[in-house]
């Protein structure tokens, strides 16, 4: 049973597109939500994180949107690079331990 | 470089043969886990220590794998009678238990089991 659901499986946008991925959750347990990069062969690198009382959080390019009410929270990317091209996983935390979504596989094509 | 690391970072072997795994967490971190990640999916938990005491397991972690943190610093992952199905992405992280508790990765290491 997946306790972390991500849409969508895979995403491609334009440079300078804002890709947006979702990820919902039912456990309200959960106390802490990152969002990792993973590029092919490599492990998943942090990228940024949101604990659920707060709303939004930004850094540099990325932000998070957290709906609490909704169970829901989401990965904006503005001005999007081809670099950013990556699988991008959401994960929430609960006891230490870390459930991942599926993943995204973006493409951002020059 | 200051990281985790991961050794080996592929290893083939036959079914049946027993692998072992090293994991270096970020010095000073004293909380490590272990993760398999498959092709198209996201990691999945598979054990954790504190120091040296392990202190979950997943029902993944079958009585073919046994993971160890002998004296609080590196930690091993070993499967014995590999199957095909163990065939993944084992991966490494460690982290700080204070504030965030911020889960660092290292880079893995490839099974392939033929």
């Known amino acids: 049973q997946q306790q972390v659901k991500q849409s969508p499986q895979s995403l491609i946008v334009q440079k300078g597109g804002i890709p947006i991925i979702n990820c919902a959750y039912e456990n309200t347990a959960f106390d802490y939500f990152p969002w990792y990069q993973q590029f092919p062969g490599k492990g998943p690198a942090l990228l940024i994180a949101i604990r659920p009382d707060v709303s939004e959080k930004k850094e540099g390019r990325f932000t998070i949107s957290f709906n609490k009410s909704a169970k829901q929270f989401s990965l904006h990317i503005m001005d999007s690079q081809p670099g950013d091209s990556a699988t991008y996983f959401c994960a929430a935390r609960r006891a230490g331990r870390l459930y991942f979504g599926r993943g995204t596989q973006l493409t951002v094509w020059p | 470089d200051t990281g985790v690391s991961q050794n080996p970072r592929h290893k083939i072997t036959k079914r049946g043969q027993n692998v072992t795994f090293r994991c270096d967490p970020i010095?000073?971190?004293?909380?490590l886990y272990w993760y398999r990640q498959t092709l198209g999916q996201g990691p999945e938990f598979l054990t954790y220590?504190?120091?040296?005491?392990?202190?979950?397991k997943s029902r993944l972690l079958s009585d073919r794998f046994s993971a160890e943190r002998p004296k609080g610093s590196f930690s091993t992952l070993e499967i014995q009678r590999t199957e095909q199905g163990d065939s993944a992405m084992y991966l490494c992280a460690s982290s700080f238990p204070t504030g965030q508790e911020t889960q660092y990765f290292g880079p893995g290491t490839r099974l392939l089991v033929l």
């Open positions: 220590f504190q120091n040296e005491a392990q202190l979950e």
């Open positions: 010095s000073e971190h004293n909380r």
